[in-house]
């Protein structure tokens, strides 16, 4: 990938990362006090929807930017050595190292986001001070690995779907695709992914608001997943997931939609 490729992904995704986290906080919001141990109403309800939203703000732009450099670095350099049958393997691995590098940028921000939205008395400001007093720097990265456990599979779910869709419609009508055909093939592609990781996504969730100390807070995935089924079964594991979907169906059609209309602008 040349310089000016690099350049048009860097700032494509950068904006497609912020347009999408802005403009759908509320559902976000929403999901996560859903999802959250103390329970909807005790974590807040529908008060203070945007609580968390300045810790969003600072961390979309370098985190989507991140993703979608890594990502068609790696599409690139896996495709050129790849039989086109590979196709899927080369998203699907490529999809894996992009969230792999954002989620270094993602997991701190998303820490203090999510504890902001369940305690919506408090600033995200307060809740970083509060983070880095409590538990140092490295509270700010507790959930990495489960968050990095639940955004491969769902990247190993949308991305390659995501690619198949674009192809299969652009094959279909005889040429390239225009953006908000894009946006389609991802709002389709992100919402069955959403669904389908929204355990995960619980897991994580709990892990990220657990008091420090708590022995959720240093439980693994599979832990949580299972206290989560025995408390409150099927039910609880999917819990949040039509937010979820909502907010990825749509997320994905602003976000990839945004991400391909920028960078063909640049390029």
Known sequence: MDRREFTASLVAGGCAGMCVDLTLFPLDTIKTRLQSQQGFYKAGGFRGIYAGVPSAAVGSFPNAAAFFVTYESAKSLLGGTAAHSMAPVTHMVAASLGEIVACLIR??????????????????????????????????????????????????????????????????????????????????????????????????????????????????????????????????????SIPRMAFISIGGFIFLGAYEKVRSMLL
């Not at 779907?161 to 908000?180: D, I, M, N, T, V």
């Not at 892990?207 to 609880?236: C, D, F, Q, Y």
């Open 107 to 240: 997991v701190p921000t998303e820490v203090v986001k999510q504890r902001a939205q369940a305690s919506p008395s408090s600033s995200s400001y307060q809740e970083l001070v509060r983070t880095l007093r409590e538990e140092g720097f490295r509270g700010l990265y507790r959930g990495y690995r489960s968050t990095v456990l639940r955004e491969i599979p769902f990247s190993l779910v949308q991305f390659p779907l995501w690619e198949y869709l674009k192809s299969l419609w652009s094959l279909r009508q005889g040429h390239a695709l225009y953006s908000w055909q894009s946006a389609v093939c991802g709002a389709f592609a992100g919402g069955v992914a959403a669904f389908v990781t929204t355990p995960l996504d619980v897991a994580k969730t709990r892990i990220m608001l657990a008091k420090a100390g708590t022995k959720t807070a240093s439980a693994n995935i599979p832990v949580v997943l299972h206290e989560v089924w025995r408390s409150r079964g099927l039910t609880g594991l999917f819990a949040g």
